[in-house]
């Protein structure tokens, strides 16, 4: 090989360095996606099908309050007013209870918030500092003691978990990943100056895509970021074409106004989930035809990054009622409580409860609605 030949060469390689660098750099940066409210899509255009689980009765009381749903391969697992978690198979048949109200080694005074890992579940006691590990079977396998009062978890892998805590830690970092077997924090995301406790519910700070990444949201906060052992990077910021703006200066220092002037904007996105070709939020914003704030499915197409809005109007062929628990496996979960299903009957003329004789007592039912 020439002096020319070889200068060429080095060349050409350096431009394939150059050219494959600014791809990953152009999959690393943030994608602003602007939606339009005022243009809701139809039931239809979302959604293929549908079918509901009536989830069976214990012998002593129906479910009182769902705070959040998870769901693996083989079981449902439902946290019941922060008090209990249900656990059921895939046809609604109730498997076990794990309650544990007390104050001992394998009670909790209250359940905050939990995670399902290799089918165990890791319920969180802010109070107590501590998270508890539970088998299906309900049996205490192992207490994990904290150093600080964390509102949500995510477990991250066999040693590690993702913790949150939303503004007001000693450590001024909202997220930390914690190795709970080694007791050290391995890195701190998101710092903060002052200490407001600013918590609008303990669903909806993490979220997990179908390859395993790991997704945070915050309040007043329309990105999504991806979280790993190195960063907490935004991946998606998305731009509704609400009443009005969110004033740069008010979220630069959150404080006890910020959710009375931002309220009538927007909230949270709560649940995020994915099919083969589209990305779906929940969010809270305010809707322009009905001017107060409720929830919103946000639908992005992932080849072109566009957009439809769904606003959950009722669809009679599509009949979706009742909060959004979960996003997962290409459906939409949502609960519906006996007093919806008896609604759906009355005011609206569906027959799909018309061979289930509906008690007022009985526990609720969950909707599958698959999405496209």
Not at 316 to 343: H, M, W
Request: hydrophobic content about 35%; proline content about 2%.
């Amino acid at each position: 090989m020439n002096y020319l030949q070889t200068k060429l060469y080095a060349i050409l390689l350096l431009f394939c360095v150059v050219f494959l660098n600014s791809c990953s750099d152009k999959k690393q940066n943030n994608t602003v996606i602007e939606v339009d409210i005022k243009n809701p899509a139809k039931a239809s255009e979302i959604f293929s099908g549908y079918f509901f689980l009536q989830l069976e009765m214990d012998s002593l009381l129906p479910i009182s309050d769902i705070k959040k749903m998870q769901m693996d391969d083989d079981y449902i697992y439902l946290s019941d007013n922060h008090k209990s978690i249900l656990i059921y198979d895939k046809k609604g048949k109730l498997v076990n209870i794990i309650s544990r109200i007390g104050r001992s080694r394998p009670e909790y005074i209250r359940i905050d918030d939990f995670d399902v890992y290799k089918s165990n579940i890791y319920v969180l006691s802010k109070s107590e500092k501590k998270v508890n590990v539970y088998n299906v079977k309900g049996d205490c396998l192992k207490n994990i003691k904290l150093d600080m009062w964390y509102d949500a978890l995510s477990i991250y892998d066999d040693e590690k978990m993702f913790l949150f805590s939303a503004y007001f830690n000693s450590k001024e970092y909202n997220y930390v990943l914690y190795d709970h077997v080694n007791k050290v924090d391995i890195v701190k995301f998101d710092y903060f100056k002052e200490q407001i406790h600013m918590l609008s519910g303990n669903t909806g700070y993490f979220n997990s895509l179908d390859d395993g990444t790991l997704l945070a949201t915050k309040e007043f906060d329309m990105s999504i970021y991806a979280l790993s052992e190195k960063e907490m990077k935004p991946i998606y910021t998305l731009n509704f074409n609400t009443d009005g703006s969110i004033p740069a200066s008010l979220l630069e220092k959150p404080n006890d106004e910020l959710n009375s002037t931002l309220k009538h904007i927007m909230q949270k996105i709560t649940d995020i989930g994915e099919t083969k070709d589209n990305i779906f939020l929940e969010s809270e914003l305010r809707l322009h035809k009905r001017g107060y704030y409720a929830a919103t499915l946000t639908i992005i197409d992932k080849l072109n990054n566009t957009t439809k809005i769904f606003d959950y109007e009722l669809d009679k062929e599509f009949p979706v009622v009742g909060q959004t628990l979960l996003i997962q496996d290409g459906y939409l979960i949502r609960e519906c409580s006996i007093l919806s299903a008896q609604n759906l009957k009355k005011h609206y003329g569906l027959t799909i409860f018309d061979d289930i004789e509906l008690d007022e007592y009985d526990n609720p039912f969950l909707f599958f609605y698959k999405l496209r």
